[in-house]
């Protein structure tokens, strides 16, 4: 199971991702699914996990959203 990323993220910052299920056993294994918006964190550990097996998922890409959403 690979959860390791190459993306790198700004901290405090909303993307929009894209996360792979690496888990062999799960029955979302190798399924890609897209989260918007998502927050970054302090941009060092940013984790997913799956729905359904609550293991790791891999973050395959990031783009920042421009402009950010507004919090109140």
Same mark, same amino acid.
């Given at each position: 199971?690979?959860?390791? =990323?190459? +993306?790198?993220?700004?901290? /405090? ?5 894209? /996360? ?5 056993? *799960?029955?979302?294994? !190798?399924?890609? &699914?897209?989260?918007? @918006? &998502?927050? =970054?964190?302090? $941009?060092?550990?940013?984790?997913? %996990? *799956? $729905? +359904? *097996? !609550? %293991?790791?998922?891999?973050?395959? =890409? /990031?783009?920042?959203?421009?402009? %950010? @959403?507004?919090? +109140?």
């Amino acid at each position: 199971m690979t959860t390791e =990323s190459d +993306v790198t993220f700004e901290p /405090a910052k909303w993307y929009e991702i894209t /996360a792979r299920d690496n888990t062999e056993t *799960c029955r979302n294994s !190798g399924k890609e &699914f897209t989260f918007n @918006p &998502f927050y =970054s964190n302090d $941009g060092r550990y940013v984790p997913v %996990q *799956c $729905g +359904v *097996c !609550g %293991q790791p998922m891999e973050i395959t =890409s /990031a783009v920042l959203l421009d402009p %950010q @959403p507004e919090v +109140v």
